[in-house]
Antibody, heavy 117, light 111 residues
Framework: EVQLVQSGAEVKKPGESLKISCKGS????????IGWVRQMPGKGLEWMGI????????RYSPSFQGQVTISADKSISTAYLQWSSLKASDTAMYYC??????????WGQGTTVTVSS | QSVLTQPPSASGTPGQRVTISCSGS????????VYWYQQLPGTAPKLLIY???QRPSGVPDRFSGSKSGTSASLAISGLRSEDEADYYC????????????FGGGTKLTVL
């Protein structure tokens, strides 16, 4: 079964760093892009960026460029989304999804990030 | 403000046909494929339509997509209560450094 399993919910303080993960299984992890999508509480979906684990080619939405870092470790079929200094406005649900020619066809279950002092 | 514009809400009664619009520009919908995603309450989004009008396996043929110029539409016929969800359009945008954009989403209520 093709699936993406994300790391668990996080509660952090402003200024702290964080790295959340997305582990793929059931397919060739290095052959498909992995995208990250933010959903703030009660709001819509926002495309953050995408990585190709095969060669780590990474693209960012201009809205998120410089705010987050997307990476991948193909040896363990895992993609990451990280922050160096969290803000309260980073509080959201974050989804990873496999992006292939036909769209984002497989989604992770989501990781809730809460940033509060 | 989303790059792709959708109505915030839509509604219909069981059995009806409803359409949800998605308006963009020449740099996104006008020159790239449109995708539609369904997000049921409390769940991750699900791919509903790809390449403007194609359905992944398992998606009922009650769902259909179309595109014309810089606009696209999602139609749902034979509306059912389980169709109550948020619907998002998406497309690559050539003016945004090779990134994809979502519409603001449309909340569909089945009355």
């Amino acid at each position: 079964e093709v699936q993406l399993v994300q790391s668990g919910a996080e509660v952090k303080k402003p200024g702290e760093s964080l790295k959340i993960s997305c582990k793929g299984s059931g397919y060739s992890f290095t052959s498909y892009w992995i995208g990250w999508v933010r959903q703030m509480p009660g709001k819509g979906l926002e495309w953050m960026g995408i990585i190709y684990p095969g060669d780590s080619d990474t693209r960012y939405s201009p809205s998120f460029q410089g705010q987050v870092t997307i990476s991948a470790d193909k040896s363990i079929s895992t993609a990451y989304l990280q922050w160096s200094s969290l803000k309260a406005s980073d509080t959201a649900m974050y989804y990873c999804a496999r992006r292939e020619l036909h769209g984002m066809d497989v989604w992770g279950q989501g990781t809730t990030v809460t940033v509060s002092s | 403000q989303s790059v792709l514009t959708q109505p915030p809400s839509a509604s219909g009664t069981p059995g009806q046909r409803v359409t949800i619009s998605c308006s963009g520009s020449s740099s996104n919908i006008g020159s790239n494929y449109v995708y539609w995603y369904q997000q049921l309450p409390g769940t991750a989004p699900k791919l509903l339509i790809y390449r403007n009008n194609q359905r992944p396996s398992g998606v009922p043929d009650r769902f259909s997509g179309s595109k014309s110029g810089t606009s696209a539409s999602l139609a749902i016929s034979g509306l059912r209560s389980e169709d109550e969800a948020d619907y998002y359009c998406a497309a690559w945008d050539d003016s945004l450094s090779g990134s994809e954009v979502f519409g603001g989403g449309t909340k569909l209520t089945v009355l």
